[in-house]
């Protein structure tokens, strides 16, 4: 397993862009799936995007056109930019890292989350 931290939460107005960062232990990075989800009071927790250790990104239906998803495996680090944000996506935003190939899991190692809130 590795170790995730994230940053980069915070609040913003509708429309505005936020970007957030997670931060991965170990040496084997590059061979993770790593996913971005969110939850939202009263919500499941959903996967927002994915990206695969050789590139291939997922996204929810929500967040196409607005949410970038990419990975510097020299730094450890997956990013999630989000432009064009909306209410509906206040949340606590958590990575989460799989060894699988699938976007879906399942995700083994969780970062503690960051709060995303939006106001209109």
């Known amino acids: 397993q590795v170790q995730l931290v994230e940053s980069g939460g915070g609040v913003v107005q509708a429309g505005g862009s936020l970007r957030l960062s997670c931060v991965a232990s170990?040496?084997?990075?590059?061979?993770?799936?790593m996913g971005w989800f969110r939850q939202a009071p009263g919500k499941e927790r959903e996967l927002v995007a994915a990206?695969?250790?050789?590139?291939?990104?997922n996204y929810a239906d929500s967040v196409k056109g607005r949410f970038t998803i990419s990975r510097d495996n020299v730094k450890n680090t997956v990013y999630l930019q989000m432009n064009s944000l909306k209410p509906d996506d206040t949340a606590v935003y958590s990575c989460?890292?799989?060894?699988?190939?699938?976007?879906?899991?399942?995700?083994?190692?969780w970062g503690q989350g960051t709060q995303v809130t939006v106001s209109s």
């Open positions: 170990g040496r084997t990075f590059s061979t993770y799936t």
């Open positions: 990206i695969g250790w050789m590139g291939h990104i």
């Open positions: 989460a890292a799989t060894r699988t190939t699938s976007p879906l899991g399942p995700y083994n190692s």
